[in-house]
């Protein structure tokens, strides 16, 4: 996972979101959903960011999820998922790499992809 992210769009603290949302590109999110966010199939370095004030209720699958925020659901990153210290949340993590910093606090199963296997 990369540090380097910039985003498409941005949903602001004071912006409250009820149903779901489906992200084409990167995105960053420092408000409210209710409802679950995801990006299509296929769609690789799409990047669902939660800033600090962000708190998500619903699951979250995309290439590549980066927690600042509060996340109750499950999420799903392909590529991978990073915690950050004032991150969290209350699921399932499912991942190809993942990142949690000290004071981050995930409840929930932690599931690593397993690779695909090549056919020799």
């Given at each position: 996972m990369t540090g380097n992210e910039s985003f498409d769009s941005m949903l602001g603290p004071g912006t409250e979101?009820?149903?779901?949302?489906?992200?084409?590109?990167?995105?960053?999110?420092?408000?409210?959903?209710?409802?679950?966010?995801?990006?299509?199939?296929?769609?690789?370095?799409?990047?669902i960011a939660l800033g600090e004030t962000a708190k998500v209720y619903g699951d979250i699958t995309a290439y590549r999820v980066l927690i600042g925020g509060?996340?109750?659901g499950n999420v799903y990153g392909a590529e991978g998922v990073g915690v950050g210290g004032r991150g969290g949340g209350d699921g399932a993590v499912s991942y190809a790499e993942l990142g949690i910093?000290?004071?981050?606090?995930?409840?929930?199963?932690?599931?690593?992809?397993?690779?695909?296997?090549?056919?020799?």
């Amino acid at each position: 996972m990369t540090g380097n992210e910039s985003f498409d769009s941005m949903l602001g603290p004071g912006t409250e979101i009820h149903g779901r949302v489906v992200a084409n590109k990167s995105i960053r999110i420092d408000g409210v959903v209710h409802g679950n966010i995801e990006t299509p199939l296929g769609k690789n370095n799409v990047t669902i960011a939660l800033g600090e004030t962000a708190k998500v209720y619903g699951d979250i699958t995309a290439y590549r999820v980066l927690i600042g925020g509060y996340v109750e659901g499950n999420v799903y990153g392909a590529e991978g998922v990073g915690v950050g210290g004032r991150g969290g949340g209350d699921g399932a993590v499912s991942y190809a790499e993942l990142g949690i910093e000290p004071g981050a606090e995930i409840v929930g199963l932690m599931v690593k992809n397993a690779p695909k296997k090549s056919s020799d």
